[in-house]
């Protein structure tokens, strides 16, 4: 019987706890500009700016564009290939998982509160892409962005003034190709076949 009381009291005492970490974490970022630039995106918050700039290191110019800032993310897509052959694009596995979760939230959040974002989902809809592939592509396009803000370090103007070049080709996985194999025998030299 005592023991409900108890966790409840655990449980009230932990979310106190977690709420003035949250809080202090927000006191310690608020003094960062870059928190300022990343925030003023439609679809990024306090907490989802902090993710970003956690993930990166703080400093954007460790990378050298925006497609090695979204291969680093893990949501620029892989070519296949094999040997001279090239079978299309996937999905990226790799990557930061922090950061690729974090511009997927926010490409989510941005289909609902930004008309520039829910004109390019539907778009990509409408050309026959899943809603996570879509997002996924909402995600890579706020990347380039985001890396251009963060560079810039200029506040977020509607109307895509924010276009980056990317100069690097896509990453590409590539496999050796496969050369026949020679056959085996498939006699035993002990059993004779008859």
């Known amino acids: 019987e005592s023991l409900i009381p108890q966790l409840a009291s655990d449980i009230r005492r932990l979310r106190d706890r977690r709420t003035d970490i949250s809080r202090q974490v927000e006191e310690l970022l608020a003094d960062a500009p870059l928190l300022t630039v990343l925030t003023s995106m439609p679809g990024i918050a306090a907490r989802t700016a902090s993710?970003?700039?956690?993930?990166?290191?703080?400093?954007?110019?460790?990378?050298?564009?925006?497609?090695?800032?979204?291969?680093?993310?893990?949501?620029?897509?892989v070519t296949r290939q094999s040997g001279t052959s090239i079978h299309g694009?996937?999905?990226?596995?790799?990557?930061?998982?922090?950061?690729?979760?974090?511009?997927?939230?926010?490409?989510?959040?941005?289909?609902?509160?930004?008309?520039?974002?829910?004109?390019?989902?539907?778009?990509?809809?409408?050309?026959?892409?899943?809603?996570?592939?879509?997002?996924?592509?909402?995600?890579?396009?706020?990347?380039?962005?985001?890396?251009?803000?963060?560079?810039?370090?200029?506040l977020y103007q509607p109307g895509g003034t924010h276009t980056t070049t990317t100069t690097t080709p896509p990453r590409t996985e590539t496999t050796p190709a496969h050369a026949p194999r020679p056959r085996q025998d498939t006699t035993h030299p002990r059993i004779k076949r008859t």
């Open 89 to 154: 694009e996937r999905p990226a596995r790799g990557g930061n998982k922090r950061l690729k979760n974090a511009l997927f939230q926010t490409a989510f959040v941005a289909i609902r509160l930004d008309p520039e974002s829910r004109a390019y989902y539907d778009r990509k809809r409408a050309e026959g892409k899943r809603h996570n592939a879509a997002v996924m592509c909402l995600a890579r396009r706020r990347c380039n962005v985001i890396y251009s803000m963060l560079r810039n370090g200029t």
């Open 51 to 77: 993710q970003i700039l956690l993930a990166i290191g703080g400093d954007i110019s460790r990378f050298k564009d925006a497609a090695h800032l979204a291969a680093y993310a893990g949501i620029a897509p």
